[in-house]
């Protein structure tokens, strides 16, 4: 059937359920990081502009959405199963697929060509077309790159969250971590401009909201494309902004983490007193090998440095274990490091090789065992320096900012405090989207347990 003919009995239908007072709705899963989860309300708030409506089950839907993570092996493997669902609920009824996101740039074409029940892929430069293709192409693939930033518009974004909200400041690296596939799927850094960055959050702190979340895959290189300002001043500008409590930033590089920056958080309130800062490994010799541009030395002494400002940062980091070459010597100085610095939390992975990547031309030496052990200790080793960091906060009070209800507790409230860690607390009073003071009364490795306190 030829794409006008389809495009006619799409247009047709939609009238028919338009004429019954039926939306059309879509569902839509977002894998990886909160850039994702970020373009997800975006995409959301652009279906929902023009009528869609957001159901929590695909099989409910007439389009379902997939947003995909190509950072790891496990994440994609993850995509394949959820579309693996996706395809048996189209046996049964008429579903529409799109498949958005680094995988969807990453693959293309191909992957239209290999699932055949995919109608619809769009790449992370392309969803601003989202609607115009949807409503005019029975199947489309669109994943041009632009080389500027280009404006989402700010009353179309479908925020989770009523409270904390995510606002991108940049996308893309130039760093080219020789494991890393961001820079093949999200492009070279484009940065948006400040004065678009601040209307955004004027806008959020006028309609309530508490917390901000920049986000950039390495906000550190932030600079202003129209006057050159640096990521600092664009935060000292921020923090003058009222209404706003926190404000955070994610992911900051070791290399381009400046003096201005700690300044900053340190002089401003507003900024949290947090950072997320991956190291990945604690060895020279694989540092290098993966192009981060640091020694241990040069990253201890930014913690250092931090740490000379905000003696009471909370400071989390990346690592990867198992990347080639690495010897049980290098595993043991990553080891050292997490006890040098004593985190409050990490994120670790095994190494696995991704497509275009530099590392992924070289032999994959460690074996899966190996690393299995590695990742294991390492999360052990963790697990003691969180067990010991979180018992020196029982009895104090903080501020802790509400999300909801505690998901394995629903009795309890969730919320997470100024360094970030998640808090689990018992009110006697509805208290969520709500700043409210928890004096915390135990812990465990991942997570602390509270109680409100009375104002
Ligand atoms: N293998 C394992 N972990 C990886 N990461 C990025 N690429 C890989 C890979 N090929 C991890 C890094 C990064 C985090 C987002 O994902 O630790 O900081
Ligand atoms: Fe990937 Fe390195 Fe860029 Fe982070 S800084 S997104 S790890 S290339």
């Known amino acids: 059937m030829n794409e006008i ?50 159901v929590e089950l695909p099989e409910k839907s ?20 959820l579309l693996g669902r996706l395809k048996e609920i189209k046996k049964k009824r008429d579903l529409k697929i799109a498949i958005v996101g680094c995988v969807a740039q990453l693959e293309g074409e191909n992957l239209l060509k290999l699932r055949p029940e995919i109608d619809y892929i769009f790449g992370p430069d392309n969803y601003l077309e989202i609607l115009k293709i949807i409503n005019h192409q029975a199947k489309a693939v669109a994943t041009n790159w632009s080389h500027q930033w280009r404006e989402h518009p ?26 890393c596939i961001v820079p093949f799927v999200r492009g070279r850094e484009k940065y948006r401009p400040a004065r678009m960055i601040l209307e955004e959050i004027k806008r959020l702190a006028d309609q309530g909201f508490l917390e901000v979340q920049l986000l950039g895959q390495s906000i550190t290189s932030y600079h202003d494309p129209e006057s050159g300002k640096p990521l600092a001043e664009l935060l000292q500008e921020i923090a003058q902004i009222d209404g706003l409590i926190w404000i955070r930033f994610i992911t900051s590089h070791p290399k381009n983490l400046s003096k ?59 690592i990867i274990v198992g990347f080639p070459g690495e010897t049980e010597k290098d595993f043991e100085a990553t080891l050292r490091l997490l006890e040098e610095v004593r985190f409050s939390n990490i994120f670790s992975f095994r190494y696995s090789p991704r497509p275009l990547t530099a590392a992924s031309r070289w032999v994959d030496d460690v074996p899966f065992e190996v690393k299995r052990r590695r990742l294991i200790d390492l999360q052990n080793q963790q ?54 003071k928890v004096k915390i009364t135990s812990f465990g490795p991942y997570s602390l347990q509270g109680e409100l306190v009375a104002e």
């Not at 247009?11 to 019954?20: A, F, G, L, T």
């Not at 192009?291 to 740490?307: C, P």
């Not at 003691?384 to 501020?399: C, F």
């Not at 509400?402 to 394995?408: A, N």
């Open 154 to 179: 700010l009353t179309q974004i479908h925020r989770e969250s009523q409270v904390s909200a995510y606002v991108p400041v940049m996308e893309g690296c130039n760093n080219f971590c020789t494991y």
């Open 260 to 318: 201005e920056i700690a300044q900053v958080m340190a002089t401003e309130k507003k900024i949290c007193r947090q950072l997320h800062l991956p190291v990945q490994s604690g060895s020279n010799s694989i540092l290098k090998k993966m192009n981060r541009g640091y020694t241990r030395e040069e990253y201890l002494e930014k913690i250092a440095m931090l740490r000379e400002l905000m003696p009471d940062i909370s400071l989390s980091t990346d």
């Open 62 to 81: 007439n389009l379902a959405i997939i947003n995909t993570c190509a950072v790891r092996a496990k994440s994609v493997d993850k995509f394949l199963s």
């Open 383 to 436: 697990k003691k320096i969180q067990l010991e960091n979180n018992a020196t906060l029982v009895g104090q009070i903080m501020n802790v900012l509400c999300i909801g209800r505690s998901q394995k507790t629903p009795h309890l409230y969730c919320g997470r405090n100024e360094a970030h860690q998640v808090i689990n607390f018992a009110s006697p009073i509805e208290v969520v989207n709500k700043m409210v």
């Open 5 to 54: 003919k389809m495009t006619q009995i799409r247009v047709e239908e939609q009238d028919k359920k338009n004429r019954q007072g039926q939306s059309p709705s879509f569902f839509i899963h977002t894998f990886g990081c909160q850039m994702n989860e970020s373009d997800s309300e975006h995409i959301a708030g652009l279906l929902i502009s023009q009528g869609w409506q957001k």
